[in-house]
């Protein structure tokens, strides 16, 4: 019963587009919604969040979209680098408790 | 400041025997955090902990598996005995706080459990 999903295990982009990576949820009571990007061999690093009660975060490259009427959002990246080449997780907090984390997708950006 | 640090960074065992990994917390955090990662299920939560208190459980498999907390910068996850589907990567984390702000993860290297 996963309670956040990822439902594209990989995604590859061209550099310089943009990629978009989604991340669906079921559970109404999580308050914040945080992306984390993972390289091998290496644990997995915040890069950026959103709280429930905003619909838009931006970063530099990243925007993160929530949808809450759709149990959705979205982490999109522009310009895509070779270096955003990761596993990018989505993670929810679940009202100041713990984390739920998705099972993450693997981004490929092409030289 | 240093980061969350884990050790072993690499284990290999056989089945059966006891595995203990370790994790140092980033110093003032006061929530603790054990993740395995599998290419089946991603990142899944085992146990985590608030003031060094267990508050959740629950992602512990089974009763092979327990963590304790004995003081603020030091924690371990205990297999006993160790079974080859316990080979995953073994994540630590800790928080400043999970109920102020974002309460962003702070992730440590892992630990790479193999089990033949």
């Known amino acids: ?111 | 400041d240093a980061g969350v640090i884990q050790s072993p960074r690499h284990e290999v065992t056989e089945m059966g025997q006891e595995v203990t990994l370790r994790c140092k917390p980033i110093s003032g955090h006061n929530s603790l955090f054990w993740y395995r990662q599998t290419m089946m299920r991603g990142l899944e939560l085992l146990i985590y902990f608030n003031n060094n208190v267990p508050i959740d459980d629950s992602g512990m498999p089974e009763d092979r598996f327990s963590a304790k907390m004995p003081n603020a910068s030091f924690s371990t996850l205990k297999i006993q005995p160790s079974e080859p589907r316990d080979s995953a990567v073994y994540f630590c984390a800790s928080s400043p706080s999970v109920t102020l702000g974002t309460g962003e993860l702070f992730f440590g290297e892992g630990s790479r459990l193999t089990v033949l």
Not at chain 1, 35 to 45: D, F, I, L, M
Not at chain 1, 88 to 98: E, I, K, L, P, V
Request: hydrophobic content about 35%; proline content about 6%; charged content about 20%.
């Open chain 1, 1 to 111: 019963d996963q309670q956040v999903k990822q439902n594209s295990p990989s995604l590859s982009v061209q550099e310089g587009r943009i990629s978009i990576l989604n991340c669906d949820y079921t559970n109404s009571m999580f308050d914040y919604f945080l992306w984390y990007k993972k390289y091998p061999a290496e644990g997995p690093t915040f890069l950026i969040s959103i709280s429930s009660i905003k619909d838009k975060n931006e970063d530099g490259r990243f925007t993160v979209f929530l949808n809450k009427s759709a149990k959705h959002l979205s982490l999109h990246i522009v310009p895509s680098q070779p270096g955003d080449s990761a596993v990018y997780f989505c993670a929810a907090r679940n009202y100041g408790q713990n984390f739920v984390f998705g099972p993450g997708t693997r981004l490929s950006v092409l030289p």
